[in-house]
Nanobody, 123 residues
Framework: VQLQASGGGLVQAGGSLRLSCAAT????????MGWFRQAPGKEREFVAAIRYTGRTTLYADAVKGRFTISRDSGKNTVHLQMNSLTPEDTAVYYC?????????????????WGQGTLVTVSS
């Protein structure tokens, strides 16, 4: 499975961005999909995950209520809608795929990773 993340960019605080992650394989539809981020000088951290059914989601406390993860299985794509962005959200965002169907916050559980897309939020 290859994952291609897109949608990053520069936005002012309070603004919104929508990240997308396209998967190459049809088996994507059975995978849990997740988003992680890594800010400069910090470890990679969990952001959100969605089960293959789309009905179960998981969010980090830092983004709960502001970010929404969704998936379009017909297009092999998962999205991360990010609203009310703050400078603390500045990071490289990575999408990842987990062959199990139980959403998890643990990066080690994810089998495939995209290349990352940079999100910069200015104050």
């Amino acid at each position: 499975v290859q994952l291609q993340a897109s949608g990053g960019g520069l936005v002012q605080a309070g603004g919104s961005l929508r990240l997308s992650c396209a998967a190459t394989a049809r088996t994507f539809i059975t995978y849990t999909m997740g988003w992680f981020r890594q800010a400069p000088g910090k470890e990679r951290e969990f952001v959100a995950a969605i089960r293959y059914t789309g009905r179960t989601t998981l969010y980090a406390d830092a983004v709960k209520g502001r970010f929404t993860i969704s998936r379009d299985s017909g297009k092999n794509t998962v999205h991360l809608q990010m609203n009310s962005l703050t400078p603390e959200d500045t990071a490289v965002y990575y999408c990842a795929a987990d062959r199990t169907n139980v959403p998890t916050t643990l990066a080690a559980n994810y089998d495939f990773w995209g290349q990352g897309t940079l999100v910069t939020v200015s104050s």
